[in-house]
């Protein structure tokens, strides 16, 4: 058990809002808001969507406060669809008389109205991720309706220039990855402090290291959004002779029809799984380009290793000792990493990744953050 962060009192006696785009789903930008929101047990969260039963209690027990949109029926299962509206639905939204607000922000959380005298400070996870990098991984041919794409092409324009232009509303931005710290000073010309996200690394650590995956299975993890890739991992294993286990659900769940023998899709995977598969696969197969990443790490805190496309988030969480890395994201490269795999696994050393992992725990996490808005805000 941690020792809990403690927040110097120039903090606790600031009125502090919190923002963060949606609280529909349960994954990684909500595990962040998580341990930022542990600091400030009395701060309000603001939100374009909130769908309370997919949320755990320790955020349910601050005030959510949702936006317009989120009175729309059926909104919160098809939030995407609302991407024109949200920078107008965020700025609608009015965070009172207060002094610091933290955004989480992914996609418009950024850009909400800021009273006069008070400091934002926004902790990026990628800028509007829909709009810039990502936008061929959603709306590229293949991934949208055609009546889709054409939309999205109609507002990229519009959608960009806002992103920029609320930009200049924030006091101090800070990055989940070196990755996104690129990013932000491409596109908004701004210099920001990584924090790499906190990992929940105990739980996962909790079981004992084994030099093998018993289970003798590769592992593929997360929303089956676009960009993850899945579809490489699934062909790349296709007529292997290696056994591939997909956890997880989302827009891209196609991927997972006609799967090959040798590829079993798990579907949903709970939170009280996750360890056990972790610690039985050889080795958790990485193929997307991610801001940052927390799949990596929760495997090499379990003592396995990762196989993953070298670019984005995982050059920061894996290492040469911890996993091993295919330069292009095509079907032959993967298999070639999987093949150069089994020489790397005889000298694999569970206690290196662990230790490795580690290194993004929650206090390094809140600390850095109280840091930040301590140099924000002032002593």
């Known amino acids: 058990m941690q020792t809990p962060v403690v927040v110097p009192e120039s903090l606790r006696r600031l009125r502090v809002s919190l923002v963060h785009d949606w609280l529909v789903t349960w994954r990684g930008g909500e595990k962040v808001l998580e341990a930022i ?16 039963k997919d949320m755990p209690a320790s955020l349910e027990s601050h005030r959510v406060v949702a936006s317009v949109l989120d009175r729309v029926p059926g909104a919160r299962a098809r939030h995407r669809h609302f991407l024109p509206l949200m920078p107008g639905a965020i700025r609608l939204m009015d965070v009172g008389e207060t002094d610091l607000v933290l955004s989480s922000s992914h996609c418009v959380a950024k850009g909400i109205r800021i009273p006069p005298r008070a400091k934002h400070v926004s902790y990026v996870h990628a800028p509007l991720r829909y709009m810039w990098d990502r936008f061929d991984d959603y709306f590229g041919p293949g991934k949208a309706s055609w009546p889709v794409r054409v ?3 109609l507002v990229r324009p519009a959608l960009r220039e806002w992103d920029v232009r ?27 402090r990584v924090i790499h996200p906190p990992v929940e690394l ?57 799967l090959p ?3 079993k899709a798990l579907g949903q995977v709970s939170d009280a799984e996750l360890p056990g598969l972790y610690r039985h696969a050889r080795a958790l197969v990485f193929p997307g380009v991610e801001d940052f990443g927390i799949t990596p790490l929760e495997a090499q805190a379990s003592g396995r290793p990762v196989i993953a496309f070298a670019q984005g988030g995982a050059l920061e969480t894996v290492t040469p000792q911890t996993g091993v890395f295919f330069e292009q994201q095509t079907v032959d490269a993967l298999r070639t990493a999987l093949a150069e795999f089994d020489a790397f696994e005889a000298g694999f050393e569970p ?13 390094a996490f809140q600390r850095a953050l109280i840091e930040e808005l301590v140099a924000t805000v002032g002593p």
Not at 167 to 191: G, P
Request: charged share 20%.
């Open 151 to 153: 939309a999205a092409r």
């Open 166 to 192: 609320s930009s200049t509303s924030v006091d101090r931005f800070l990055a989940n990855s070196a990755h996104v710290a690129r990013q932000i000073e491409h596109r908004y010309h701004r210099t920001s």
């Open 351 to 363: 206690e290196a990744a662990r230790a490795q992992a580690m290194r993004f725990s929650r206090a």
């Open 202 to 258: 105990e739980r996962f650590a909790a079981l004992p290291l084994s030099g093998t995956g018993e289970g003798g299975y590769f592992l593929c993890l997360g929303a089956l959004a676009p960009y993850k890739r899945i579809d490489l991992a699934i062909e790349a294993f296709r007529d292997s002779g290696r056994e591939l286990w997909i956890g997880g659900s989302g827009q891209s769940s196609s991927w997972l029809h006609d």
């Open 37 to 52: 929101a542990e600091l400030f047990p009395q701060a309000p969260i603001y939100t374009l969507f909130h769908d309370p």
């Open 261 to 263: 023998p040798n590829v």
